[in-house]
């Protein structure tokens, strides 16, 4: 039975999609407390694609951005709100490099003595658009490029336009992950949906029922063949339902996405990263079904889907962890 499990198709599918995530993917990030001037949240490596969620909370309200640029950088921005249809930010970058103007920009922000200012007024577009890998709606209000000739530190502020603004600011173009980044891209994922609205509880429905209903089946599976398996078995069985759980989750945030945005090619990568999770879940508890003694090749594609797990955001993190563990403790 176990010759039958699809992995390999799996570790394919996840060759193929690190060939295509680093021209799309952004590094999330959370600012707070960045209110003024003097805090303003430093990014460090602003040529490094970063997607910034924040939230203003009074209208007129500001969030401040600082970036150390070197020449031959290019300053990328793109201000987007959490939400289509929701009141649209502006964005005001300043810098050295910008002329100095002598009307107030805003009476709410402060720009740096010496410093050029630049106001790009936030307007909704037309349609929003599909964010596959979240997956979520990307609503562009505003955006800047700018080519750096001279070393300095520039700084961008977002303006609120009314109360409770929830807000995205994505920084850079080079689209890299560290591979700690990379593997908590899940977690990230579930304050970034909070932002946009919903609650935790209905974030991790489909989650929690995946888990609650495999639990009971496993359960009265184990108690009528009477036998009692051990930790490695319990590991693999939590592992290959957080699997399917976060699968099912990736799959209804999609549903809620497409509502509003409509069918794009966007949605097969979405559908990846849904269909390679519930593969390596249900082979991961197929294995588990195994209650005796497991081979070393039972072993070998319990770590298959541990690390292909990391790489396709599978099991919240720590579906993956618990497979590779599952793989290297006895079964007793």
């Known amino acids: 039975m176990i010759r039958r499990l699809p992995i390999p198709l799996a570790v394919l599918l996840a060759l193929i ?16 407390n960045n209110h003024d001037l003097s805090t303003a949240l430093s990014i460090e490596h602003p040529q490094k694609s970063y997607a910034i969620y924040g939230n203003l909370h009074d209208a007129g309200g500001a969030a401040y951005y600082e970036l150390r640029m070197q020449p031959g950088d290019r300053l990328v921005l793109s201000l987007m709100n959490n939400g289509y249809g ?11 490099e910008i002329p100095l103007v002598q009307a107030a920009i805003s ?91 919903p609650f935790i509880l209905e974030i991790l429905a489909p989650l929690i029922a995946v888990v609650i209903l495999g639990f009971i089946l496993i359960g009265r599976r184990v108690q009528r063949q009477g036998k009692k398996p051990g930790i490695a078995f319990w590991m693999a069985s939590v592992a290959g339902l957080l699997y399917l759980g976060g699968a099912a989750m990736t799959f209804v945030q999609m549903l809620h996405a497409v509502n509003i945005t409509g069918y794009t090619p966007g949605i097969i990568i979405t559908l990846l990263f849904v269909l390679v999770p519930a593969i390596l879940g249900l082979s991961a508890l197929r294995i588990a079904r195994q209650l005796g003694p497991w081979t070393r ?36």
């Open 17 to 32: 999609l690190i060939l295509v995530i680093p021209v799309q993917a952004h590094v999330p990030v959370s600012a707070d």
């Open 86 to 96: 929701k009141p649209a930010p502006d964005m005001i970058v300043m810098g050295p």
């Open 107 to 197: 009476p709410t922000v402060t720009i740096p003595n010496g410093y050029g200012a630049i106001l790009i007024p936030g307007h909704q577009p037309l349609r929003a658009e599909y964010e596959p890998f979240s997956p979520g709606v990307i609503s562009e209000v505003a955006n800047y490029s700018q080519e750096i000739t001279s070393a300095g530190t520039w700084y961008v502020a977002v303006v609120s336009p009314a109360d409770e603004t929830q807000y995205s600011l994505a920084v850079g173009y080079r689209e890299e992950f560290s591979p700690l980044e990379w593997a908590i891209v899940p977690v990230s994922l579930i304050e970034t949906h909070l932002r946009e609205g």
């Open 297 to 332: 090749r039972h072993r070998i594609y319990l770590l298959i889907i541990g690390i292909t797990g990391l790489i396709f955001w599978a099991g919240m993190v720590l579906g993956p962890v618990l497979a590779v563990i599952a793989a290297l403790v006895p079964d007793r």
